[in-house]
Each structure stands twice: as structure tokens, then as C-alpha cells.
T-cell receptor, first 112, second 114 residues
């Protein structure tokens, strides 16, 4: 059965800290892994990773994929209170449906 | 572009009532999806569609039906609502091309079944 597991389930940090969120996956014929940020409403897209070892960056956020060890990490440096959210990891297995298999998410709280 | 929109935003139903949730996208995406999100459960796929006129079951399809009569719209129906269907429902859409299959989500519909 395809599954995605995220850790930790929740995390509380102070502004300025650096955090690392983890995502491991077991999916059939892996195609890609996606990270989303969810605040109060819809998940918003952050990154899509398909190749091992190639870091994707957007401002203070970065992510990398390890297809050998079947995991990905999301790093956030110099955290701000606006980074407080649930971070969702999802994987697309093989096939023509592009279905996403989601993890349960990591709740990040950044305190001033 | 409005992206993905959902109506209604919030609804309260009594057990046994029926309703339809509407999802619309203006990005010309081929694929559309309905998810439900419950605390501690993440997002779970209810039904999806890979094109106009086609639908398929996802992970948790029981108690729901869907239709995709037009490419831009994807409807989710609850025939006889149950309290277990209290949830937040998200619609999403994507292209089918590999490498461009990022899913874009609507703002969600919060449903309470009493």
C-alpha cells in the first residue's frame, strides 16, 4: 500500500530558528514528491521534486529529495511567525491518474 | 484567473439530507479531484476525474457521487448525509503532463452534518 509519513507531527520554535521537516514515502513507481503549505484554508504549492540530490529553493525555504533512501526534507531558515502552518508532503505514484498520496502533515508553530 | 473555486464555503445539513458541492477551474486542467480533510487524517481522495465525462473512485468514495459533465466543473454529491461526513472538502485540479502535474486547490467547503 502506498504511504507517506511525515515527522515530527508538530513543532514549536522561536523566530529566527531553523527547522527541518521530514517526509518518507513508499509508493509504487514513484514519480514525484510535492510539498504544500496549509494555513487556514487551501494548501498552497511550495515545491515539486523529481530528481535526487537537486535542491529547490524559494527564499528561506528549500527542499531536497533522496530517491535511494526514499525521503525528502523541507528546511526553513530564519523562521518567522508567518511560517506557522501545517506543511504537507505528498507523493505521486506511477500511473496516469496523477493521484496524490498525502502524509498527515507537520504542524509548525513559530513563536515571537 | 480565479484558479479553483468552490461553492458553498460553509453548509450545515441534517442527517439524511442531500447536497451538491460545486468545483470550478479556469486553468483548462484535464484532471480534477475531490478530497476530504479530517483532523489527524490528512487529505484523503474521495473521487477524481481524468477528463470530461469520466470519473473514478479514490480512497474513501462511499456515500459520495461525482459528475464531470463539463471540463471546468466537478460536482460532488452527498445523497444522504451522515454525521461521519462532517469534514472540510477540497477540490483540486491539475494538468496530466508528467512534470506539470502539480495540483492546485480550491479554498475548501466546511460541511457540518447534524
Amino acid at each position: 500500500e502506498d504511504k507517506v509519513v511525515q515527522s515530527p507531527l508538530s513543532l514549536v520554535v522561536h523566530e529566527g530558528d531553523t527547522v527541518t521537516l521530514n517526509c518518507s514515502y513508499e509508493v509504487t513507481n514513484f514519480r514525484s514528491l510535492l510539498w504544500y503549505k496549509q494555513e487556514k484554508k487551501a494548501p498552497t504549492f511550495l515545491f515539486m521534486l523529481t530528481s535526487s540530490g537537486i535542491e529547490k529553493k524559494s527564499g528561506r525555504l528549500s527542499s531536497i529529495l533522496d530517491k535511494k533512501e526514499l525521503f525528502s526534507i523541507l528546511n526553513i531558515t530564519a523562521t518567522q511567525t508567518g511560517d506557522s502552518a501545517v506543511y504537507l508532503c505528498a507523493s505521486i505514484p506511477g500511473g496516469a491518474t496523477n493521484k496524490l498520496i498525502f502524509g498527515t502533515g507537520t504542524l509548525l508553530a513559530v513563536q515571537p | 484567473n480565479a484558479g479553483v473555486t468552490q461553492t458553498p464555503k460553509f453548509r450545515v445539513l441534517k442527517t439524511g439530507q442531500s447536497m451538491t458541492l460545486l468545483c470550478a477551474q479556469d486553468m483548462n486542467h484535464e484532471y480534477m479531484y475531490w478530497y476530504r480533510q479530517d483532523p489527524g487524517m490528512g487529505l484523503r481522495l474521495i473521487h477524481y476525474s481524468v477528463g470530461e465525462g469520466t470519473t473514478a473512485k479514490g480512497e474513501v468514495p462511499d456515500g459520495y457521487n461525482v459528475s464531470r459533465l463539463k471540463k471546468q466543473n466537478f460536482l460532488l454529491g452527498l445523497e444522504s448525509a451522515a454525521p461521519s461526513q462532517t469534514s472540510v472538502y477540497f477540490c483540486a485540479s491539475s494538468y496530466y503532463h508528467q512534470g506539470a502535474e502539480t495540483q492546485y486547490f480550491g479554498p475548501g467547503t466546511r460541511l457540518l452534518v447534524l
